[in-house]
């Protein structure tokens, strides 16, 4: 529906569209900032727009849902749409302000970019060349960074809302239904041009039906039940029940949640559906559509509902072990959105409004986060933050109200980058790093610690503050991705924190506990493996759906968890070996590199060294012990055993 929508969705729409005409305008606002809910007609009124002013304006469309939140996940996809070759954000802007009079970037689906926020605000938006306009188009009300922000003038602030009954009742007429019928349900379909267009589709073959006087989500409910109804087989609805549950559904995907059908029939049935939408990585249903169907499978079929969620997930975890980087995020945002629990989706897609601005911190923000330190921290604690402050200013984030006031700041270190000095004389990152050395990343990972955060009323305490932090931080996992291996952090109270931390795979680390001040300063340590950031966000929706990842390595516990419900511990090397191996599944590795990056040894000869730590731990394993291949005159090679098989659903029963 989305790539097929007329310009009768317009109808009603002409005051919003001659609103963003004044972006042409020289004098007029160079950021558009359009909202409303989905199905609302926001893709359809800039499609529109941008029709319109193709004589004055060149255009350059990005679908945010199928790129990366980060700065250069932005910059790239920016550059491949205007053909342009350029790394930094200033030389991409200047490249575009020469190809045209006016050009305009619309950022279309921008909920998909909460993490982006504050970049697309302080950075992208403040450095637009004076001939470039930014119209973002998303479901959220503009967080306060917009408004708090320090743009060159007000942006264009257009929220759409639904259409009065005059105009929805001349869009039922011109969609095919007679005027006093289309009169007489307008007053039922709250103003959503989605829903008056499913309601004209159904009611065209079914004029004696009752439309019931109910909620917006209701109607679309009973909407799109009786649509499926009429669909045909019960193949089509399948396909769409599939398509429900998922991101976005590709021809692999399909493959793998419908393996008795042909995934190109498949994907073509879909892509004829009045509700599907072309996505630039896929079809999707259109979300005022989607969500209802996955609710009713879900509430009828709960077994299917999750059939098809370990199916994707299945097929995912294929694709993310062998994904070029451009294409990782695509999949991890695929993994994500299986992801019920609200604690991991709304740590990366929150649904409110930022309340609060996030941003660098800069020297005019000194005195107030040294006020809010003063209030929380004791001497020893003090000095410490202000060192930071001092010799690394820019570890530091604040957030900040609507009206500019500090109401937090959150303190984040790359230790590859920071002084040796500083590290060493501040107790906690000092126990950091002699944790790194007794246990070390893996060559080509980096740590992140999160040094502290405190906010104005809270301390380190649950908070507005705190969340902001929380979210600034899930866009520098992404920035950090894939070397990111190892997250730190402190608190002075773990209980508040501890089911979310438990949830997200942190762990207590007591024996790096440290008093400050009189107060124990508990350290908790997130480990993401090889697949950084991605391979974590696999292992949480496994989690949820109930699937082994076939790893049968324990690292908290540092022993082997068997198939059988066996535990058996480990020694230091065996640990040691098994989780390097486990970490690059499928690579060969050769035994020198083993002795040098686990036993620390630079000999080079031959040696039984790693030869016996791998019988040992072949014994402990068991059935399972052919997950350490070995590779004939290079090594070993770890593959983890298959996940459990799942129900087949596919039948329909």
């Not at 507005?464 to 996992?477: C, F, N, P, S, V």
Request: charged letters at 25%.
């Amino acid at each position: 529906m989305g790539d097929r929508v007329v310009e009768d969705e317009l109808i009603g729409r002409e005051g919003e569209l001659a609103r963003l005409g004044d972006l042409l305008a020289g004098d007029g606002p160079r950021v558009a900032l359009l909202h409303g809910v989905a199905g609302i007609g926001k893709t359809a009124l800039l499609r529109r727009f941008v029709r319109d002013s193709s004589g004055e304006a060149a255009c350059w469309w990005l679908d945010c849902r199928a790129i990366e939140p980060t700065p250069e996940g932005c910059i790239e996809a920016l550059g491949r749409a205007a053909e342009a070759e350029a790394d930094r954000l200033p030389d991409l802007l200047e490249v575009l302000a020469g190809r045209a009079p006016l050009g305009v970037i619309v950022l279309d689906s921008v909920e998909a970019w909460r993490l982006l926020d504050t970049w697309l605000c302080h950075h992208l938006a403040t450095r637009l060349p004076g001939n470039l306009r930014l119209v973002l188009a998303g479901r959220h009300r503009p967080s306060v960074h917009w408004v708090a922000g320090e743009l060159p003038s007000p942006p264009l602030d257009l929220p759409l809302a639904p259409l009065t009954m005059e105009d929805a009742g001349r869009l039922l007429t011109r969609l095919g239904l007679a005027p006093a019928r289309g009169t007489e349900i307008a007053a039922r379909l709250h103003g959503h041009p989605l829903a008056i267009r499913l309601a004209a589709m159904t009611l065209r073959e079914r004029p004696d039906h009752r439309l019931s006087a109910a909620s917006l989500q209701r109607v679309m409910d009973e909407l799109t039940e009786r649509y499926l109804a009429d669909a045909g087989d019960g193949r089509s609805r399948r396909l769409l029940e599939g398509a429900a549950v998922v991101r976005r559904v590709t021809v692999p995907l399909l493959r793998a949640l419908f393996p008795d059908q042909d995934p190109e029939m498949a994907y073509d049935a879909l892509r004829r559906q009045d509700f599907t939408e072309t996505l630039p990585d896929g079809l999707g249903l259109h979300e005022a559509v989607k969500a209802p169907l996955a609710q009713t499978l879900h509430a009828r079929d709960p077994e299917r509902f999750l059939d098809y969620r370990r199916r994707a997930w299945q097929a995912l975890k294929r694709r993310t072990t062998t994904s070029a980087s451009v294409e990782l995020w695509r999949y991890t945002a695929d993994m994500l959105y299986l992801i019920e629990n609200p604690v991991v989706r709304e740590a990366f897609f929150p649904t409110g409004t930022q309340e609060l601005v996030m941003q660098s911190a800069r020297p005019a923000h000194g005195d107030a986060m040294a006020r809010i330190v003063a209030t929380h921290e004791g001497p020893e604690g003090q000095r410490a933050l202000r060192r930071w402050w001092r010799v690394h200013p820019e570890t530091f984030v604040v957030a900040r109200d609507a009206a500019g006031k500090v109401q937090g700041f959150c303190c984040r270190i790359d230790p590859a980058r920071a002084s040796l000095d500083c590290l060493e004389e501040d107790p906690i990152t000092a126990s950091w790093q002699a944790h790194l050395v007794a246990s070390p990343l893996p060559e080509g990972q980096r740590a992140l610690f999160i040094r502290r955060w405190l906010s104005r009323e809270d301390g380190d305490a649950p908070g507005e503050a705190q969340a902001g932090a929380w979210l600034d931080l899930k866009r520098t996992y992404m920035e950090m991705r894939p070397s990111l291996g190892r997250v730190y952090l402190t608190v002075t109270d773990l209980a508040p924190y501890a089911a979310v931390a438990s949830t997200l795979g942190f762990r207590h680390l007591s024996t790096h506990d440290v008093r400050l001040d009189g107060r124990a300063h508990a350290t908790a340590v997130l480990d993401f493996g090889a697949g950084s950031v991605d391979g974590w966000l696999a292992r949480l929706a496994a989690a949820e759906l109930g699937l082994g990842t076939g790893e049968p390595l324990d690292r908290q516990a540092r022993e082997l968890a068997l198939a059988d419900g066996q535990r058996l511990p480990l020694t230091p090397l065996e640990f040691g070996l098994f989780g390097y191996l486990v970490d690059r599944e499928g690579e060969a590795v050769s035994r020198e590199r083993l002795l040098r990056e686990v036993w620390h040894s630079d000999y080079t000869g031959w040696s039984n060294k790693v030869d016996a730590v791998v019988a040992g731990l072949r014994r402990k394993l068991g059935p399972q012990a052919g997950c350490i291949e070995t590779v004939t005159g290079v090594g070993y090679r770890y593959r983890a055993p298959p996940p459990d098989p799942v129900a087949d659903f596919s039948s329909g029963r």
